[in-house]
């Protein structure tokens, strides 16, 4: 019986030979086909991918960078908001007790009194003589805020090396009893100022300012910010340290166009005040109050 569907008709097609066909000439670039650049692009057009996660890695890279950074500086600041010896409720409890002329009358009959160095005991003695009981108290807080200081107030470990071991600096005992100053931040500027001025001297140095700075840190009465600055290593990622004095003085006369001149000239008190109140040293965080 015949199929019943029609038969295909086979056609013959002549198929190259593998074997011994020439190869394909390549396509010449940009001839259409391919994915790459067309001729003369720039190297951004060639390496685009490459400069895309490049930069993304930078970015991340400056990130984590400066995060570290970051972290480095406030766990310094955690540090040695961790040694303080007053919190700053204990600060704000001890300002309430004298003004500014007990404080002047007191500085000046205990400067003649006691001289450069005492022992704390007798300086206790010699304010309890002059406060009453309602200014004395709070006053055993002085207690924490004078014997934390390693250095007893000295400027270095051979000039404490120097006085016996019970004796402590008058002028670190003074700038500390200034924390019962109940007095805005310029009228306590002017307290510490005549601490230098009193008795017909000249107007204090670049270097008794730094004094002055040097004791503010070790009595809490600067903000730890203040107390923490770049060490000088970037690498890799920025370092900090506990600054020293001078560099805040430095920066501060930086800050507030003040001329620290050569040879110790003396300093008025506006321009100490203009020190003392400077983002780089910022006593008692007036840096922060709004203008």
Not at 39 to 59: D, K, M, Q, Y
Not at 70 to 94: H, I, S, T, Y
Not at 198 to 223: I, Y
Request: glycine share 8%; charged share 25%; with cysteine.
């Amino acid at each position: 019986l015949p199929p019943p569907y029609p038969r295909a008709s086979v056609s013959t097609v002549n198929l190259p030979d593998p074997l011994t066909a020439p190869p394909r000439a390549p396509k010449p670039p940009g001839s259409g086909g391919g994915s790459g650049p067309p001729p003369g692009a720039s190297f951004l057009e060639r390496h685009a991918t490459g400069v895309f996660f490049a930069a993304i890695a930078a970015v991340g890279g400056l990130v984590w960078r400066w995060l570290k950074g970051k972290g480095d500086q406030r766990a310094l600041e955690g540090e040695l908001e961790a040694q303080l010896p007053l919190e700053p409720r204990e600060v704000n409890d001890m300002r309430r007790n004298i003004t500014a002329e007990e404080y002047d009358e007191l500085a000046c009959r205990l400067r003649a009194q006691l001289g450069g160095s005492v022992s704390y005991d007798a300086f206790v003695k010699a304010v309890q003589q002059e406060l009453t009981p309602r200014e004395w108290e709070h006053m055993h807080l002085l207690d924490r805020v004078v014997l934390a200081d390693p250095l007893r107030g000295f400027g270095t470990k051979e000039e404490a090396a120097e006085h016996p071991p019970e004796e402590y600096s008058t002028a670190l005992l003074l700038v500390a009893l200034s924390l019962a100053l109940n007095e805005l931040a310029d009228v306590r500027l002017t307290c510490l100022y005549k601490l230098w001025t009193d008795d017909n001297r000249a107007q204090p140095t670049p270097g008794d300012v730094e004094r002055l700075v040097d004791l503010l840190m070790r009595t809490c009465q600067l903000p730890v910010e203040s107390c923490v600055v770049q060490s000088g290593v970037y690498i890799p990622w920025v370092k900090h340290r506990r600054a020293e004095a001078g560099e805040l003085v430095r920066a501060a006369a930086k800050e507030a166009k003040v001329e620290l001149r050569l040879g110790g000239g003396g300093l008025s008190a506006a321009e100490v005040e203009k020190l003392l109140v400077s983002k780089a040293i910022c006593a008692w965080g007036e840096c922060f109050r709004k203008k």
